[in-house]
């Protein structure tokens, strides 16, 4: 009689792990589709949440040159002075904002310092600067390439 207990007590706790298998694997299955797949969107931190954003009323208007300059929708000159500032983190295209913005506008559109100094910021850029400065908007995901 002992012998025929054992056994089912065996039945019982391997029906037991088979269903304790099912529902792990049952329970994986969800958490997985629930999971949201990892994009550049959603893994990117944001300049302003990795960087201060204290530049001086000089930079700020070095900024809104190049913004002006390149032109475009308010988003894209937003996402221009984003890429000049992710420049200047990234310490190979200059340590200033001063320093990235003559370097593309001397050496890349070959203007004068007197062209840089007759470009005066519009609505638009200044609309740009905003987004960035007081609503955190970052569209540049830490691009070092300017949109023309």
Same mark, same amino acid.
């Not at 990795?50 to 954003?53: D, T």
């Given at each position: 009689m002992k012998m025929m207990e054992l056994k089912q007590f065996e039945r019982v706790y391997l029906i037991f792990l088979i269903l304790m298998l099912i529902l792990v694997f049952a329970l994986s299955q969800t958490a997985n589709s629930d999971a949201v797949e990892p994009t550049i969107e959603n893994t990117y931190t944001k300049f302003q949440d990795?960087? #201060? *954003?204290d530049w001086s009323d000089v930079d700020e208007m070095y900024l809104l040159k190049i913004a002006t300059f390149k032109g475009g929708t308010v988003e894209d000159r937003?996402? =221009?002075i984003l890429v000049t500032l992710n420049r200047v983190c990234d310490? =190979?295209?200059g340590d #200033? !904002? !001063?320093a990235v913005v003559t370097d593309e506008l001397y050496g890349v559109y070959g203007l004068s310092p007197h062209d840089i100094d007759n470009i005066v910021s519009d609505k638009e850029s200044e609309e740009? *600067?905003?987004l960035i400065k007081n609503n955190k $908007?970052? =569209?540049s995901y830490g #691009? $070092?390439?300017y949109k023309n």
């Open positions: 990795k960087y #201060s *954003m937003a996402y =221009n310490g =190979n295209y #200033s !904002i !001063i740009a *600067m905003e $908007f970052d =569209n #691009s $070092f390439v």
